[in-house]
């Protein structure tokens, strides 16, 4: 004689709600964290361009000194 305890069975539709509500979850999370992750790129996207504006000035700076410097050399021996 089986005992009559009641066991719960759950049902295919409770696990397929479960299993989407997860995937959901999972989904919506990585959305935040790829938008966190363009934020971020941007910010250092920023940053190199000014970084390289920056180095782009200092070698013009020392290119046309080093021309100027090449120039009185130049003038120097002719006179």
Avoid: C
């Avoid at 966190?36 to 290119?63: F, H, P, S, Y």
């Amino acid at each position: 004689m089986k005992p009559n305890i009641d066991h719960r069975k759950p049902n295919k539709k409770s696990y397929t709600i479960i299993v989407w509500g997860v995937f959901l979850i999972i989904l919506i999370a990585q959305i935040f964290w790829l938008g966190w992750e363009v934020e971020r790129l941007k910010t250092t996207i920023e940053q190199n361009e000014k970084t390289i504006e920056v180095n782009n000035q200092a070698i013009d700076g020392l290119q046309d000194y080093i021309l100027e410097q090449i120039r009185k050399e130049h003038n120097s021996k002719f006179i």
